[in-house]
């Protein structure tokens, strides 16, 4: 069963930047719908950014907590998906992870996805 595999996660100070990456166990799982989730301690998973993609187009959607700080992108070749982090806050800290699903919509719900990373720590010191 393919699995996603996160990583570029770490230690950063407040106001500096993270970029995330997300791979699949195998090259040619290539889902249209990915997103990123994050979990923070003692609370829910809750959304971060979706993208759904095809040959032609993309398009993304994001909460407000991130907007304009936080981008997506994605390496067809590689099949990876990336989550650009930037002027980070210590309320970012979180575990992360990545999900897809193969639909041809863009998904923000934790429950539609059904292929998951194990999670890249973040911690963001003020």
């Known amino acids: 069963q393919v699995q996603l595999v996160e990583s570029g996660g770490g230690l950063v100070q407040a106001g500096g930047s993270l970029r995330l990456s997300c791979a699949p166990s195998?090259?040619?799982?290539?889902?249209?719908?990915m997103g990123w989730f994050r979990q923070a301690p003692g609370k829910e998973r809750e959304f971060v950014y979706a993208?759904?993609?095809?040959?032609?187009?993309?398009?993304?959607f994001t909460t407000s907590s991130v907007s304009g700080r936080f981008s997506v992108s994605r390496d067809q070749r590689k099949s990876t998906l990336y989550l650009q982090m930037n002027r980070l806050k210590p309320e970012d800290t979180a575990v992360y992870y990545c999900?897809?699903?193969?639909?041809?919509?863009?998904?923000?719900?934790?429950?539609?996805?059904?292929?998951w990373g194990q999670g890249t720590q973040v911690t963001v010191s003020s």
């Open positions: 999900a897809a699903v193969q639909t041809p919509n863009i998904v923000t719900e934790e429950s539609s996805y059904d292929v």
């Open positions: 195998e090259r040619t799982f290539s889902p249209y719908a």
């Open positions: 993208l759904l993609w095809s040959s032609s187009t993309s398009s993304t």
